[in-house]
């Protein structure tokens, strides 16, 4: 498995790709809007980008999955409560994408935004348990994400504590979290 | 429990729908075409902003009166953008020279603000042509002690509450520098009041001058090198 976290020093944006060392598909999680650092990475591991997942609609900054979707023929997933006026295939909670060794599984984390996911990943290649998790807005660096943006933020931080942080603390100890955002964000 | 977040960013709803899809995404990369000073002038009479990235240093000594000044070197350009521009709004970038302005158009894409730029004009150009200038006078912090407390000289900071809350200058008003568009008349002052802007370094402290310019102050000083220079200097500092 290919894993690699794409920083934007300038916004604190962190998307990430991840990639198949036996099929050499890769998958883009969160891209922003420009696609040149996933298209070189992707060249330079001979993989080819298949499918780019949005977590959730971004509000810090501008997504780059259309562009990049046109750019290389990739599949583009949209979490299936986010509302878009495009065309997409939906990710269901609990869902899994599969890519050769690799596999990602969906969790539906709202509290950010109602729609956000999660993808928990784990190479089978090593074995069963899962590796780490890409929280995206859902979890920052010392800190949960605003739930006051997208809806009333006591509605929205009800909904974190009580649904998204349980599913977090389930996971096992070992899991390492990549979240969306490093500094100089929301 | 979210009574303590931080501003909620303007350009949030113009950003969120463009991701979605109700407000068109820019699919090629963009460019910012030159414009004469002519076309500029004519451009800034039927009401369009002039959005001048350069350094704080270089528009305080010169630049287009009403220009609003987020330095595209500086940190933090995409977001502090957002909060001085309307997502509707046309724009002129004021500029160094080519290569600045289409980094600055670059940058705007990543937030949704690029639609709006109809161009640019080197600065060069713009005095080259005669054109009218304005200035902001920059002091230092040890010229701003010596001048505090004389002339009725009033300070404003316009860091975060965070940053205020570790410690300011005594007697000081507070206004975050995002705030300023929408909560500018909660402060006790007048456009005639004599008002050093002060911030951690001397940029956002520019970006809330030309804010106050474009809308009347006449007595400003940007404050260069901020409040680390200040405490730096070891001048006295109220929490």
């Not at chain 1, 959730?56 to 409560?81: E, F, K, W």
């Not at chain 1, 539906?108 to 998790?133: A, K, Y």
């Not at chain 1, 998204?164 to 990549?178: G, M, N, S, T, W």
């Amino acid at each position: 498995m290919w894993f690699q976290q794409v920083i934007r020093e300038e916004t604190g944006c962190a998307a990430y790709l991840i990639g198949s060392s036996e099929t050499g598909e890769c998958l883009v999680f969160d891209p922003l809007w420009d696609m040149e650092p996933y298209l070189q990475l992707a060249a330079r591991k001979s993989g080819r980008i298949a499918h780019v997942v949005d977590s959730h609609s971004h509000a810090d900054h501008v997504s780059g999955a259309r562009r990049l979707v046109r750019s290389t023929g990739a599949r583009l997933h949209l979490p299936r409560r986010i509302e878009v006026t495009y065309e997409a295939s939906r990710l269901e909670d609990g869902e899994k994408l599969r890519l050769g060794e690799v596999e990602m599984e969906v969790l539906h984390m709202p509290g950010h935004r109602p729609e956000q996911i999660n993808l928990l990943i784990r190479d089978l290649s090593r074995g069963p348990e899962p590796w780490c998790l890409l929280t995206a807005d859902f979890l920052l660096v010392g800190d949960l994400a605003r739930p006051d943006l997208a809806q009333d933020g006591r509605v929205g931080a009800t909904v974190l504590f009580q649904e998204a942080i349980p599913r977090l603390r389930a996971l096992p100890d070992h899991v390492e979290v990549y979240p969306g955002h490093l500094a100089g964000s929301t | 429990m979210t009574a303590d977040q931080p501003p909620r960013p303007a350009n949030i709803q113009n950003i969120v729908a463009i991701n979605q899809g109700r407000r068109p995404l820019t699919m090629d990369e963009p460019s910012a075409g030159r414009r004469s000073p002519s076309e500029v002038l004519d451009l800034i009479r039927k009401g369009r902003r002039v959005l001048d990235t350069r350094s704080p240093e270089a528009f305080g000594a010169r630049h287009i009166p009403g220009a609003t000044n987020v330095q595209l070197d500086g940190s933090e350009f995409e977001q502090r953008v957002g909060w001085m521009l309307s997502p509707d709004e046309a724009v002129v970038l004021a500029v160094e020279a080519h290569e600045a302005a289409q980094r600055a158009v670059r940058k705007l894409a990543f937030v949704g603000l690029d639609q709006g730029v109809e161009g640019y004009v080197e600065m060069e150009d713009w005095e080259s042509a005669g054109l009218p200038t304005a200035s902001l006078s920059q002091i230092d912090v040890d010229q701003l002690r010596g001048r505090l407390g004389r002339d009725g000289l009033k300070v404003l900071d316009v860091r975060e509450a965070s940053e205020w809350n570790r410690g300011h200058i005594p007697g000081a008003l507070h206004l975050n520098f995002k705030h300023l568009p929408t909560r500018l008349g909660e402060l006790p002052l007048g456009r005639e009041d004599r008002l050093a802007v002060i911030c951690a370094s001397g940029m956002r402290s520019s970006t809330a001058c030309s804010f106050l310019l474009r809308n009347g102050y006449r007595n400003l000083l940007n404050v260069t090198g901020g409040m680390r220079a200040w405490q730096n200097a070891g001048h006295p500092l109220a929490v």
